[in-house]
């Protein structure tokens, strides 16, 4: 019986297909945007033509961010970034100075490509979000957790957002008019306080609530419990005013 030397097989293992290798782009991409952020650098070890596929990923979703060498990562990761960042949601958990939040926020900011920003803070994270963030003007949803916001002086719209998301978030009843009257297409807001603000439980607020934002058809506060048959309701009783 004849037995094939390791130098007689070289040559019929490279041909062997390399299968993860010739994946089509658009595989790899939902295959990496699927991954935790820091999974989908490691694969850039799998193959050659990997490599490069991680700073094109349209969605960067960062979790438990907690330490200064943390944010660096995540700074490391949009300063290596060559595409558009279209989706970004940071959540951080612990930070000895919010600082590097802001200097994320403007880095999106200058790209100005982000249509989903979500941005979580710890619990006892009370920090002052910048008014970089108002310079986002492709954004068509916002999350916004445990945070303060407060609009800046110069004039902005955002044209494009069609969801927003205040859960304990600190702004004032004027701003917060302010901001939805910025915003002519939204269509779902969510409005969770553990203090209550804005719009209590009264018939009047939520028609001035809904004058505000015409198209909502999404309606979602902790204090004012708001089904489809409500909004129906002060729909029709706008349109007879």
Same mark, same amino acid.
């Given at each position: 019986?004849?037995?094939?030397?390791?130098?007689?097989?070289?040559?019929?293992e490279?041909l !062997?297909?390399?299968?993860?290798?010739n994946?089509?782009?658009? !595989? @790899?991409?939902?295959?990496?945007?699927?991954?935790p952020i820091r999974d989908a650098?490691?694969?850039?070890?799998?193959?050659?033509?990997?490599?490069h596929?991680?700073?094109?990923?349209? +969605?960067l979703?960062?979790d438990?961010?907690?330490?200064?060498?943390?944010y660096?990562y @995540?700074?490391? @990761?949009? &300063?290596?970034?060559?595409? =558009?960042?279209?989706?970004?949601s940071? $959540?951080?958990?612990q930070? =000895?100075? $919010? /600082?590097e939040?802001?200097?994320?926020?403007? %880095?999106?900011?200058?790209?100005?490509?982000v249509?989903?920003?979500?941005?979580?803070m #710890?619990? /006892?994270?009370? %920090? +002052?979000?910048?008014?970089?963030?108002?310079?986002?003007?492709?954004?068509?949803h916002?999350n916004?957790?445990? $945070? *303060? *916001?407060e609009l =800046?002086s110069?004039?902005f719209?955002?044209?494009?957002l069609?969801? &927003?998301s205040?859960h304990? @978030?600190?702004?004032?009843? +004027?701003?917060?008019?302010?901001?939805l009257?910025?915003?002519?297409i !939204?269509?779902?807001?969510?409005?969770?306080?553990?203090?209550?603000?804005f719009? #209590?439980?009264?018939y009047?607020?939520?028609v001035?609530l809904?004058?505000l934002?015409?198209?909502?058809d %999404? !309606?979602?506060?902790? /204090?004012?419990? *708001?089904?489809?048959?409500?909004?129906?309701?002060? +729909?029709?009783l706008?349109?007879l &005013?």
């Amino acid at each position: 019986m004849h037995f094939a030397s390791s130098t007689q097989m070289e040559p019929e293992e490279s041909l !062997l297909p390399d299968r993860i290798s010739n994946l089509p782009s658009s !595989l @790899v991409q939902t295959i990496l945007t699927l991954m935790p952020i820091r999974d989908a650098f490691k694969t850039t070890i799998l193959s050659r033509s990997w490599r490069h596929r991680c700073v094109n990923l349209p +969605k960067l979703e960062f979790d438990q961010v907690q330490s200064v060498s943390c944010y660096l990562y @995540v700074l490391h @990761v949009l &300063l290596l970034h060559q595409g =558009p960042v279209l989706d970004f949601s940071l $959540c951080v958990t612990q930070l =000895p100075s $919010c /600082y590097e939040i802001d200097q994320i926020i403007l %880095h999106l900011a200058i790209k100005t490509t982000v249509e989903k920003f979500k941005l979580s803070m #710890g619990l /006892y994270i009370s %920090h +002052k979000l910048p008014k970089s963030l108002f310079s986002l003007k492709k954004l068509t949803h916002l999350n916004l957790k445990n $945070c *303060v *916001v407060e609009l =800046p002086s110069t004039v902005f719209r955002f044209e494009r957002l069609t969801s &927003l998301s205040f859960h304990n @978030v600190k702004i004032s009843t +004027k701003m917060l008019i302010s901001l939805l009257s910025c915003c002519p297409i !939204l269509n779902s807001f969510i409005l969770i306080q553990e203090e209550k603000q804005f719009m #209590g439980t009264e018939y009047t607020n939520l028609v001035q609530l809904f004058q505000l934002m015409p198209l909502v058809d %999404h !309606l979602e506060m902790n /204090y004012c419990p *708001v089904n489809r048959v409500v909004i129906d309701e002060v +729909k029709m009783l706008i349109e007879l &005013l």
